[in-house]
């Protein structure tokens, strides 16, 4: 299978497979609207789940993961500083850290918690929507909610200013997913329309950003083989090879199974799929 980046000469099955081999434990400190997915997805892709979000306990179960993910999704005043507390443990521990901004820009607190987040913590790897992650730069950005709204042409030039900005790498998602440094650039296409349909399909990235960055050394790596199997999962889904389905609804249904199954299964060709750009 053709490498996931010529550059670095790893491939989608070695991905794969470091995952299942590695079997990494992933504490996540997410939202209560899509939690139950972000675990069974976890699990899905070859890693253990454990969801601790106790202020008493999660900065020692966080030192003993091997990756954290914090999602803002529902974060309440004490969900705060919780979130800081783990993100703090794996700093400490050098537990590879995932942050999903879910919403900022949205309101001036969610702002504020980003912010506080990607200034106060060594942040491994980024994920958001097209609008989070322009918001998290101070660019002008429509963040309906949690939805991206609008159009973001410099995208890919965003991406690159934060990480810059944050020193993480970034998977800024959308019809078009980009993956970014502050040197470089990917334009990822893999993924179908459907998973915009899904509540969670964000939050599922982000953990699944996690178990690939927790698996593999380089977080470039974990993060463009990452949002490729994702991508790719979804696409299965949509294809019908893991079941019919009928509407976002059922169509969730398939895609966590093509997320279970991938490893087992025929996947389209990558060639053409990520493509490094040119930002100036
Ligand atoms: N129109 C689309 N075509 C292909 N993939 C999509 C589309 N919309 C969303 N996705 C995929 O769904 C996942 C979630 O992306 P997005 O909807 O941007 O996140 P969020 O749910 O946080 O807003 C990403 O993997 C992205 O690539
Ligand atoms: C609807 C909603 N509200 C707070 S968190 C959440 C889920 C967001 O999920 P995603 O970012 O994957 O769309
Ligand atoms: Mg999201």
Known sequence: MSSLDADRGITLDDALTAVADAQPLVNSVTNDVTINDVANITLHWGGLPVMSDDEREVGDMVAIADGCLLNMGTVSESGEET???????????????????????????????????????????????????????????????????????????TAVECARQTGAVVVASGETDIVATEAAAFEVQ?????????????????VTLTVFAAALDDPLDGALAGTVAYGLAGELAADGAFGDYHGPASYRISFLDAAAGLAGAETPALSGRIERIEVR
Not at 110 to 137: C, H, K, P, Q
Not at 191 to 204: N, R
């Open 190 to 206: 893999a993924g179908h329309s459907m998973m915009g349909e899904v509540v969670g399909t964000g939050c599922m990235l982000g």
């Open 83 to 157: 979130m800081l507390t783990a993100g703090m443990a794996a700093n400490d521990h050098g537990v590879p850290l995932v942050v999903d901004p879910v919403g900022v820009g949205a309101t001036p607190t969610r702002t504020r918690v980003a912010d506080r987040l990607v200034t106060d913590l060594d942040v491994d790897v980024l994920n958001g929507n097209y609008g989070e992650i322009s918001a998290l730069v101070g660019e002008h950005a429509e963040v309906r909610g949690v939805e991206s709204i609008g159009e973001y042409a410099e995208i890919a030039a």
